[in-house]
């Protein structure tokens, strides 16, 4: 029997990674919800994100060069500023004490522009609203830094991946935490310019394999020694098995070559999801603290009937966000504007007398 093939390799690839990308942000979301640690070791959601992201922004470098950076930057900090000027909104209530950094009051620029954690104040609540943005910091910084790394990396693929899976390593060791998360997710992010050269698809397989076992050894064991003696309990806090447990995953799933005949059942849902990402991540973390302060006196926390209204609620109200502010991502990213359903993307060009859209943007 013949198998039905895509005939278009490039589209099974958007594909792929849009699953992949949706898999991470409901396994993130799963995480802030119930808490369970596991979670973190069965799919290290935050690599496989910078990994995609990676291959993204070699194939956006690729196609438009430097201006690849302006287009990036604009799709992040548009729904980063929507959020952050609700956020001020609400934090300006009793806002207590003055922003710590040095610069008092002028740490209120980094919601502007993050290039590190903006401040929230002092109010017992008020964490909800930066404890994710080290995300977007991180990805900040690489994607200012890409144009250079890609540079660099295609001069010297495989040391350049190997340098930056032993900083995070050399930077615990050494005790220096500045900059710690560009450095534990660098490499990642590197796999992913591997996966868009198709470096990773000359490795023979049993070399392949023996890598990625190496990598997911150490790291797992670095990982889960960090957790059972209590020196951490979230794997973004632990310096070097980070990088080796989530690069491993990320070598595995990038390695894949997926074949969809066809349309893939769930393209709709994908295709919201990703157009949708990153107001996604920005508000289910209040919606989580929201359904936790809500069900608190009534429910025990780690009660299944607590942990299903929570999850219900919480994909209800981030579903509200979407609504509210998602159309804010087409119009960073130049798409007709929508409610929910993305519009088509690109402006219009014509093509044997007809206007068309342009073909989907990366």
Known sequence: MRTVQSADPAADRDRYLDLLRTIALVRVVLF?????????????????????????????????????????????????????????????????????????????????????VPPVGGQSWAWVFHVGLWYVV?????????????????????????VAT?????????????GYFVAAYLSCWLMGFAHHDRLLHRVPWRWYGCLVAGLAGVGGTWVVAAMVTGRAVDLNHIAGGTTLWSMALVAVLL?????????VPVGGLLRVVNARAVTIYLWHIPASLGMFLLLAPVLQYNSVASIALRLTGVCLLTAGAVLLFGWIEDVAARRTPALFRPGPVGPRRSVGGRHVRAGRRR
């Open 32 to 116: 802030h919800v119930t808490g369970w640690i596991w979670l973190s070791l069965l799919v290290p959601a935050m690599g496989l994100m910078f990994g995609i992201a990676g291959s993204l922004m070699a194939a956006s470098l690729d196609r438009h060069g430097p201006s690849a950076v302006r287009r990036r930057l604009r799709r992040l900090l548009l729904p980063y500023w929507a959020f952050g000027a609700i956020a001020l909104a609400v934090l300006s209530v009793g806002w207590r004490p003055l922003p710590s950094g040095v610069a008092g009051w002028a740490e209120l620029l980094w919601w502007a522009l993050p290039l590190r």
């Open 255 to 263: 390695r894949v070559q997926p074949r969809f005949a066809g349309r």
């Open 138 to 162: 991180t990805y900040l910084w690489l994607v200012l830094l890409s144009p250079v790394l890609l540079r660099l990396f295609r001069r010297w693929p495989w040391p350049s991946i190997g």
């Open 166 to 178: 032993a900083l995070p390593v050399g930077m615990h060791l050494g005790g220096v935490h500045a």
